[in-house]
């Protein structure tokens, strides 16, 4: 397959030393922690893990709107954080993001029709008779009206507003998007339709997504492979129906065993993997593997040695001493 995105040994730590909470000291956030993936074009890669694992912020680090603290992001053949100023304000056009709050990310004072055409305005030398089409166009594409085009943000719904902010995304014809948490604040209806709409637009437009989230259920219908994060790094990374047939990490078990199972028999019956305690500080992460202090089948080793991330089936890639060797418990998939 041709890979449209690559990840190269990305970390990003965040320096503490300017919060008042430091009393002198300098610590540092290990929000990703040498992670490298590819993303291949037209797919869709769901990116999953409890809040505050990193994913939001590797997503902004692959689009340089954070620089890594190392590693590398490759678009096609291009370095992206080898890019000057001028030239990386260009190659935006290329890659975009649709953000987790539909409202905040709007501006509340301008009308969508507004909205949609700043980036064309910025980027593009196109006439203003030709942003107006596109904006009639872009509107159409998401199931919009070309009369909301003159209205204001607060005028619409959650899921309304989400679709907007997608039209202003493919304004520019990005062939790559990042869609952070896209429907984690919208009603669970609502969250449907808005994945239903992102499949048809990767259909009509071949983008690329790379899909945030932390409800491993909806990720598993729009992701064609699902990547699993804890504490910076990557756990495991498969295919969709091979994650879900065959989780290889005892965390990934833990989260699909979470899942509710639409049958009330199988769902009394069930034993879900319950993780004990809390999740360690980013600032302070544990030695050897960092799941280790909440892992039901850990040992000494765990503990002293970091885990390799290996390929341990037909791409299927996990960071794990025991993958696929000890089970944490059964579990009924989906």
């Not at 965040?14 to 909470?21: A, G, R, T």
């Not at 929000?31 to 590797?58: H, M, P, Q, W």
């Not at 899921?159 to 896209?182: H, K, M, W």
């Not at 000494?300 to 944490?328: I, M, Q, T």
Request: contains cysteine; positive net charge.
């Amino acid at each position: 397959m041709d890979k449209l995105i690559r990840i190269e040994h990305i970390t990003k730590h965040f320096d503490l030393k300017s919060s008042f909470l430091s009393l002198g000291t300098s610590p540092l956030v290990k929000a990703v922690d040498d992670i490298s993936f590819d993303i291949y074009r037209n797919e869709t890669l769901g990116l999953v893990g409890e809040s505050g694992c990193g994913k939001s912020t590797l997503g902004r680090v692959i689009l340089r709107l954070i620089e890594p603290t190392s590693g590398s992001v490759f678009y096609e053949d291009t370095h992206v954080n080898l890019l000057k100023p001028e030239e990386m304000r260009k190659f935006r056009t290329k890659m975009q993001i649709v953000f987790q709050d539909s409202y905040s990310s709007l501006n509340p004072r301008h009308k969508v029709g507004e909205i949609i055409a700043e980036p064309m305005t910025i980027h593009t030398d196109m006439s203003s008779r030709d942003i107006r089409q596109r904006i009639v166009e872009l509107l159409s594409l998401v199931g919009l009206k070309p009369a909301h085009a003159s209205r204001f943000p607060h005028e619409f719904s959650g899921g309304q507003r989400q679709r907007i902010n997608i039209a202003r995304t493919l304004a520019l014809y990005p062939s790559f998007i990042v869609c952070d948490e896209p429907i984690s604040a919208l009603d669970v209806s609502i969250q449907a339709q808005v994945v239903n709409l992102l499949k048809d637009l990767q259909k009509k437009l071949g983008i690329t997504y790379l899909f945030i989230a932390h409800d491993l259920s909806m990720v598993k219908h729009i992701s064609d492979r699902i990547a699993v994060m804890y504490l910076g790094k990557v756990m495991e990374l498969a295919a969709s129906r091979e994650l879900f047939i065959n989780p290889l990490h005892p965390y990934t078990q833990s989260l699909i065993s979470a899942i509710p199972i639409p049958d009330p028999k199988k769902e009394r019956l069930r034993k879900p993997i319950v993780l004990e305690g809390e999740v360690p500080s980013p600032v302070n992460p544990p030695s050897g593997c960092v799941f280790h202090t909440r892992c039901p089948v850990s040992d000494d080793l765990c503990s002293r040695e970091v885990p390799e991330y290996r390929e341990a089936g037909a791409k299927h890639f996990v960071a794990c001493h025991y993958a696929g060797v000890r089970k944490a418990a059964q579990i009924d998939h989906l």
